[in-house]
Nanobody
Framework: QVQLAESGGGVVQAGGSLKLSCAVSGERLGGRTMAWFRQAPGEEREFVAAIYWDGTVSDYAESGRGRFAISRDDAKNIVLLQINSLVPEDTAIYSC???????????????????WGQGTQVTVSS
């Protein structure tokens, strides 16, 4: 059973940065496209960023392009999300997710992901 555990959230002032981490256990990380989603109160869960199973391709939501950077360290079994220039609209619970293995694609719908972490809260104060 694959388990995902996020950390690194917190309260930060607008303009600040955070690095979120997703620790994967239960199997070696290599082989699955990994993604970050976020959900603000009263809103639908939305795609933030994703990275191919082999790390060769990544993509971002338009709202985070240029500010977010996703990376993976398969040796450490972690996926990272660097968030810079935070704005209050980034306030949400951020969750990492894993697709079925060896799919050479990035999916933007949360329904395409089979494993989820519990999430970590990011709060940006103005």
């Amino acid at each position: 059973q694959v388990q995902l555990a996020e950390s690194g959230g917190g309260v930060v002032q607008a303009g600040g940065s955070l690095k979120l981490s997703c620790a994967v256990s239960g199997e070696r990380l290599g082989g699955r496209t990994m993604a970050w989603f976020r959900q603000a109160p009263g809103e639908e869960r939305e795609f933030v960023a994703a990275i191919y199973w082999d790390g060769t391709v990544s993509d971002y939501a338009e709202s985070g392009r240029g500010r977010f950077a996703i990376s993976r360290d398969d040796a450490k079994n972690i996926v990272l999300l660097q968030i810079n220039s935070l704005v209050p609209e980034d306030t949400a619970i951020y969750s990492c997710a894993a697709m079925k293995p060896y799919l050479q694609m990035i999916e933007y719908s949360p329904f395409e992901y089979v494993y989820w972490g519990q999430g970590t809260q990011v709060t940006v104060s103005s």
